[in-house]
């Protein structure tokens, strides 16, 4: 989060200058491609080297040192780090905009999202997608991202699963009982909805396309949209991509059994695997 703020910001001020490219690098002494990569936040920039830049853009005083601060922050490890030996790169880019996100909305079509998964659910579903090896630290990993549910402030997660996340026993009879009664537990905390969307719904606008929408708290950091297969992901910024999931997951909502009876739908459907 930190380097997309320092990003968009020297962006922002070099283009205010009325400089290019070019001009901004030579008198950074950087390459051109290294300064494109840090106005895209594809790497990060030293404190002293936004300090050179902000004295180029003729940005002085609490501005200034505010933009630094930020970036000396931006070279702090984040806990997700500490698990690069099982996490790829580009799924370490989604747990640091989670971790510091305000608000979560997601549609799951095939399994639990993963901050709502049990140890046993993860388990079986990092088995089944990736194999054995590294197994242990995956779910360590994964356990350890659903803090932000119980962090203060905790983060608002509204969640849509289709009926069919519920039906297929992942792990078998007990590991299924067991996840569905720990999901029917969390919808009670007042920062956590579940929507079911039952079959009988047809069809809908996210047939295809699970997501995340995630929202944060200061307002110029701007929402993002995160799609993500099995070997990528995909981070969709413009606003014309967030408004239009966020319309998607409010006719998702729409659609979706209300919370009430999502939670009663989650509590029959783990007596049925008991």
């Known amino acids: 989060m930190r380097r997309r703020r320092i990003a968009r910001e020297l962006r922002q001020l070099r283009e205010r200058a009325g400089m290019t490219l070019d001009v901004a690098a030579r008198q950074l002494d950087m390459s051109k491609s290294n300064l ?7 790497i990060g920039i030293k404190p002293r080297d936004v300090r050179a830049a902000l004295a180029l853009y003729e940005v002085t005083g609490a501005d200034a040192e505010a933009l630094i601060e930020i970036a000396r922050g931006a070279q702090q490890r984040g806990w997700w780090q500490t698990y690069s030996d099982v996490l790829p790169e580009w799924f370490e880019f989604y747990v640091g905009l989670e ?4 608000r979560l909305r997601t549609y799951e079509a095939e399994a639990v999202p993963g901050l709502l998964q049990t140890e046993a659910y993860a388990r079986e579903v990092y088995r089944r997608t990736a194999g054995e090896e590294g197994l242990e630290r995956k779910v360590a990993a994964r356990l350890r991202r659903q803090e932000v549910l119980r962090r ?7 969640v849509v699963l289709n009926e069919a996340v519920l039906r297929r026993p992942v792990g078998g009879r007990a590991v299924m009982a067991e996840q569905l009664a720990h999901m029917a537990q969390v919808a009670r905390s007042p920062n956590v909805t579940i929507h079911v969307l039952p ?21 110029a950091d701007a929402s993002v949209v995160y799609l993500d297969n099995l070997t990528m992901g995909l981070a969709l ?3 014309a991509h967030v408004r239009g999931y966020s319309l998607v997951h409010d006719e998702l909502c729409r659609l979706a059994l209300p919370p009430a009876a999502s939670a ?4 029959e459907a783990s007596r049925h695997f008991a």
């Open 36 to 42: 494109s990569r840090i106005e895209n936040a594809q």
């Open 99 to 102: 971790a510091e996100a305000a």
């Open 152 to 158: 203060e402030p905790p983060v608002e997660l509204s």
């Open 199 to 219: 079959f009988s719904a047809g069809g809908h606008p996210a047939m295809s396309a699970p997501y995340v929408i995630l929202n944060f708290a200061d307002a």
């Open 237 to 239: 910024e413009e606003a």
């Open 264 to 267: 009663a739908c989650l509590e």
